[in-house]
């Protein structure tokens, strides 16, 4: 079992940046492939990013593709997701997960959540 929690959230104005951090404590880090997903108010849970067990691979979201980067740093149980130019549209509560299946964009395929940490937006 491992939990995680999110850390980095907040308020930005629009084009701004924030990095979020997940640190993981419980099972070897390395054995769980990582994601973040988001959910905005009223809207259902959706994927973000993903990234593998060994962190040599990453899948992110057509519209954070060369906004956002998912990173790993396997020897401080630590996944980052760094947003860049953030838009009105990227606000919402940001989770990150854990799985066995690598670059899984589907989240029944995570077993494991922290508990969230909100990103604002404004215009």
């Known amino acids: 079992q491992v939990q995680l929690v999110e850390s980095g959230g907040g308020s930005v104005q629009a084009g701004g940046s924030l990095r979020l951090s997940c640190a993981a404590s419980g099972r070897t880090f390395s054995s769980y492939s990582m994601g973040w997903f988001r959910q905005a108010p009223g809207k259902e849970r959706e994927f973000v990013a993903a990234?593998?067990?060994?962190?040599?691979?990453?899948y992110l979201k057509d519209s954070v593709k060369g906004r956002f980067t998912i990173s790993r740093d396997n020897a401080k149980s630590t996944v980052y997701l760094q947003m860049s130019s953030l838009k009105p549209e990227d606000m919402a509560v940001y989770y990150c997960?854990?799985?066995?299946?690598?670059?899984?964009?589907?989240?029944?395929?995570?077993?494991?959540w922290g508990q969230g940490t909100q990103v604002t937006v404004s215009s």
């Open positions: 990234i593998s067990r060994s962190g040599g691979g990453t």
């Open positions: 997960a854990a799985g066995f299946v690598d670059y899984s964009s589907y989240a029944g395929q995570y077993a494991y």
